[in-house]
């Protein structure tokens, strides 16, 4: 269950809120800095709401020098004043979301929800990144197939489209072509759209100018003027909102935005590579992504196939995994024995990649030899493929991946009771946002 800190001054909409909130989640209330600092501390939340205004201070202020900003914490402000009052700040503070009052405890509740799945996706993002390596390990021919179409369609300008399951590597693929790119002395940012709040995400986007809104003392680029000359990547496009993939068309089609508060566009030389896990034709049917933005960013695309497709790759990644874990645990494990590899060719990998690494992390964690002979894959003394078996009548491998991830996730969730971040260390993850 996620913690949920409030900070607000009127004691009626603090009762309000709480007990709403207090439904579904963790809850603590403060009704000044003070307390709420002491709670911070001692209650650990994962998502604070905090009132701008208070009778002892700023909130602003107080984040700025607290540095909450640069902390496992998300933040949402809420406040009676025009928001853009404090856009630009909250731009630079990293806060999720604004809230105007008057507000429903049912409206924050919504907007709590939206966060946490920010941060689930953030934590899935992250953990994609960490799987990645600074260049494709492979031996299987669909995968041989797959790196030189991409080294070729480096050689171009057009924009990338890259489908594949979460941990697949698409990350590992956008660097590869870039770095393969006539770009590849120029910058690469990679933005996630989906951790980015919707209120936000044009701002660091396409940048404004001084006096866009109220406090905007400076003009501010966004990643398309940063990355002229460069590459792109927006991970996650699919869940841009339809009015931005409106104006992200208009970038694709003719190299030229103009900033916030400008009337003057700015024009860049970009390469962009974009990244899914969604089906976006289906996307497209349900009304959620523009059909005309699809066609534009999916001149070249490449689809990478899940782990549980190419078993000749298990072995080699590995083996690869397996060396940077002795580095970074500081031990000696020389190989991974075959019986374990079989069963890492059996097992159907939900998680890909990225599962696969923490699993070598783990078991070489646990190794007190120099062969690694546990597989880290058991469960009640029997291995996962002790367990299979494949009915008559056949199966439907996605949907069991699918629930198999799934149940996995709710098992670590319910046995940290309900942190995520205690969770995360269960599953084997690194928070370290």
Request: hydrophobic share 35%.
């Amino acid at each position: 269950m996620s913690r949920i800190l409030i900070l607000e001054d009127e004691e009626r909409v603090l009762f309000s809120l709480y007990k709403e909130l207090n439904k579904d989640f963790e809850v603590e209330t403060a009704s000044n800095i003070k307390e709420f600092d002491k709670l911070l501390r001692s209650f650990s939340p994962e998502i604070v709401v905090m009132d701008i205004r208070l009778p002892d201070g700023n909130s602003i202020d107080y984040i700025k020098e607290k540095k909450l900003s640069e902390k496992d914490l998300s933040i949402i402000l809420i406040s009676g004043y025009p928001e853009e009052e404090y856009l630009i700040e909250g731009l630079r503070m990293k806060v999720e979301d604004f809230i105007k009052k008057p507000f429903s405890p049912e409206e924050l509740k919504y907007v709590i929800k939206k966060v946490i799945k920010s941060r689930n996706i953030r934590g899935a993002s992250r953990i994609m990144r960490e799987s990645s390596q600074p260049s494709p390990i492979y031996r299987s021919s669909v995968m041989k197939e797959l790196i030189d179409q991409a080294r070729t369609y480096a050689k171009t300008n057009e924009p990338v489209l890259i489908i594949g399951e979460t941990g697949t590597g698409k990350q590992v693929l956008a660097n590869l072509i870039h770095s393969e790119s006539q770009r590849a002395s120029s910058i690469m940012l990679d933005v996630n759209c989906a951790t980015i709040s919707e209120t936000l995400l044009e701002s660091q986007l396409f940048g404004h100018k001084k006096g866009a809104f109220t406090d905007a003392k400076e003009d501010f680029k966004g990643f398309f003027e940063l990355t002229d000359g460069g590459s792109l990547f927006l991970d996650e496009i699919s869940e841009m909102k339809p009015e931005l993939q409106a104006k992200l068309l208009k970038v694709v089609e003719n190299q030229k935005f103009i900033p916030l508060g400008s009337n003057k566009p700015v024009s860049v030389d970009v390469r962009l590579i974009t990244a899914t896990n969604r089906d976006l034709e289906e996307y497209i049917k349900e009304g959620k992504f523009r059909e005309d933005l699809f066609y534009r960013l999916n001149v070249l695309c490449l689809k990478i196939p899940p782990l549980r497709a190419r078993k000749d790759d298990i072995a080699e990644l590995a083996n690869f995994f397996l060396i940077g874990a002795n580095r970074r645990l500081n031990k000696e494990v020389k190989e991974i024995s075959d019986k374990v590899l079989k069963e890492y060719r059996e097992y159907p990998w939900p998680g890909n990649v990225r599962e696969l690494k923490n699993v070598i992390n783990r078991a070489v964690l646990l190794c007190s030899s120099d062969i690694l002979t546990e597989s880290s894959l058991s469960s009640g003394g029997r291995s996962v493929s002790e367990e299979i078996e494949v009915p008559d009548d056949g199966i439907n491998l996605e949907e069991i991946v699918q629930e198999l991830e799934k149940k996995y996730i709710e098992k670590a969730l319910i046995k940290a009771g309900g942190s995520q971040s205690k969770a995360a260390k269960l599953l084997g993850i690194t928070r370290d946002m």
